[in-house]
């Protein structure tokens, strides 16, 4: 479904058994500061909603999308975090600039996702306008910062149950 027919705020989550005791760090990119501080805004909101304690947020600003993957390791390495998430925005330009910034932070965020176990979310806008952008930042079509915050406490919640499992969890099995 295209994300013109569907509101991204949209969600549902069930509690998540002892989550004010987990802490996030959110890692907001000051290029479009326009968009980038609603979706801080957004992210910041639905964590305390669901229970994340307004204490165990750690939040760092770095000056543009491209330094996202490395401001959360950054972050990561000084507090010990059950999740990182990277808000940036990066709009289409007359050049191919965005294709390549894009695609640098979206594979940095997976990689330190992946050698650090803990999950860094991905809450960069792509969009090729100001108003796509605006969209996606408490417009029609929600707030991509909500959805950051969402999908870091799922994967929060995720991690948890894997540790506490007695099955056996692998490739194959």
Known sequence: MSSA????????????????????GVVTSEWNELITSK???????????????????????VPGSFELPLG????????????????GCVIKGETSHDVYINQAVAHGIMQLGLTSGRPVVFGVLTPDNMEQAKDRAGGKH???GIE??????????????????????GFGK
């Open 148 to 169: 950051a915050a969402i999908t870091a406490l799922k994967m929060i919640a995720l991690a948890d149950k894997l540790k506490t499992s007695q099955s056996n969890i």
């Open 142 to 144: 929600g707030n991509k």
């Open 5 to 24: 027919d569907k509101n991204l705020s949209n969600y549902t989550i069930d509690k998540i058994p002892g989550i004010a005791t987990k802490v996030c």
């Open 72 to 87: 959360a390791r950054m972050l990561a390495t000084k507090e010990r975090l059950d999740a990182v998430i990277c808000l």
């Open 39 to 61: 979706l801080e805004k957004g992210c910041i909101e639905t964590l305390i909603k669901h229970g994340i304690l307004k204490k165990n947020i750690h939040i760092l600003k």
